[in-house]
C-alpha cells in the first residue's frame, strides 16, 4: 500500500447542509478526499461497499436507515483488493472505519455506536481542527471519542460493575472499534489530551487514596509484565487523566508518559485507555 496516498472519506448526513460544510472542511486538505456524499444509511452502505472508502462520518438520525445499523453494516464489510472499482494505489485490506458524528449527545447512542463497530463518537460542533485530526487518528487504526461521551462510558461501566461489562468489551474488541483518550482526539498512546475526566465513582474496596483494599483472587497475569512506573502510569490512566497531567503529576516529560502508555497497551494486550481502565480495575489497581 501506499502510505502517502490520500485518505478516501465518504459522508452520510441528511442534511444537505451540513454535507457541504463537512466536505469543504475535509477538501481543503491535501491528504484527504471525498470521494462520496449521501443522505441516508442504505446509501452509505452502498457506496462504502463499492468504493471502499478508509473512513465514513456518519449521522445517526437518518430517514430509513439509520446510521448505527449502516454503521454494523459498514464494519462488518471486507475490503476487496481486486474490486474494479478501487485503484490500484488505494487498495489494500485496510478496513472502513467509522465515525459517528450527532448532535445529540446520548448515551443510548454511545453505546449503540461502540457495539455497531464505530471507530469514534464526536459531536458536529466538533471544531473543524479536530474533525480533521479525528480522521487522521481513525485512518491509523485509533480511535476517538467526545469527552463527556467517553466519561460516562466509564461511569456506566463502574455503576453496572466494570466485572460484569466484558461482554461489552468483548464486542468492541470483536468488532474492531477502539476507543482512545477520554480528552479530545488523543486516541491511544499518542494524544496530548486538553483537559481529564473527572468525577468517575470509585468502586467498592476503593481507599481514599485510589487503591483498591479489596484485591482480587485473580489477576491477569500481563500484569506482571508491568514496570513501577508503568503501574503508576496505568493508575493515572484509570483515574482519567491526560497524558499531560500525568506527565505533569509524576514529573516526567510528555513523550516519556506517551512512550509508557504505548508500552503499557502492548504488554496488557489493551487496544485503547478504556480498555486500559478496564484492566486497571479489573486487577485491583485501582
Given amino acids: 500500500m501506499n502510505e502517502s496516498r490520500s485518505i478516501r472519506v465518504i459522508i452520510a448526513d ?7 460544510g463537512f466536505a469543504m472542511v475535509i477538501g481543503s486538505q491535501p491528504d484527504m478526499e471525498v470521494v ?35 454503521t454494523s453494516r459498514i464494519t462488518s464489510l471486507s475490503a476487496a483488493p481486486g474490486d474494479a472499482t478501487v485503484s490500484a494505489e488505494s487498495a489494500d485490506d485496510r478496513p472502513t472505519r467509522v465515525i459517528i458524528l450527532t448532535t445529540f449527545d446520548l448515551d443510548e447512542y454511545v453505546m449503540a455506536a461502540i457495539n455497531a463497530g464505530a471507530s469514534g463518537f464526536l459531536l458536529k460542533d466538533t471544531e473543524p481542527e479536530t474533525l480533521l485530526s479525528s480522521i487522521r487518528t481513525v485512518f ?27 461482554s461489552l468489551t468483548g464486542d468492541v474488541a470483536r468488532s474492531g472499534a477502539v476507543y482512545g483518550s477520554a480528552v479530545g482526539v488523543s486516541g491511544g498512546a499518542a494524544g496530548n489530551g486538553a483537559g481529564s475526566m473527572t468525577g468517575i465513582p470509585s468502586p467498592a474496596g476503593a481507599a481514599s487514596d485510589g487503591s483498591n483494599t479489596s484485591r482480587p483472587a485473580y489477576t491477569d497475569p500481563e500484569l506482571d509484565l508491568l514496570t513501577d512506573r508503568e503501574r503508576e502510569v496505568l493508575v493515572e490512566i484509570a483515574h482519567g ?4 497531567e500525568i506527565a505533569d503529576k509524576l514529573f516526567i516529560s510528555l513523550p516519556t508518559v506517551k512512550t509508557h502508555v504505548a508500552h503499557i497497551l502492548a504488554k496488557i494486550n489493551a487496544r485503547d485507555r478504556v480498555q486500559a ?10
Fill in 277 to 286: 481502565v478496564v484492566f486497571a480495575y479489573d486487577n485491583g489497581l485501582v
Fill in 36 to 70: 462520496g456524499q449521501v443522505s441516508d444509511g442504505a446509501q452509505a452502505v452502498a457506496l462504502a461497499e463499492s468504493l471502499h472508502p478508509d473512513v465514513v462520518l456518519m449521522d445517526v438520525r437518518m430517514p430509513g436507515m439509520d446510521g448505527i445499523e449502516a
Fill in 140 to 166: 491509523q487504526g485509533n480511535a476517538i471519542i467526545a469527552p463527556s461521551a467517553t466519561k460516562r462510558l466509564i461511569e456506566k461501566m463502574m455503576q453496572d460493575g466494570y466485572a460484569q461489562h466484558g
Fill in 241 to 244: 487523566l491526560s497524558n499531560q
Fill in 14 to 20: 441528511d442534511q444537505k447542509l451540513v454535507r457541504a
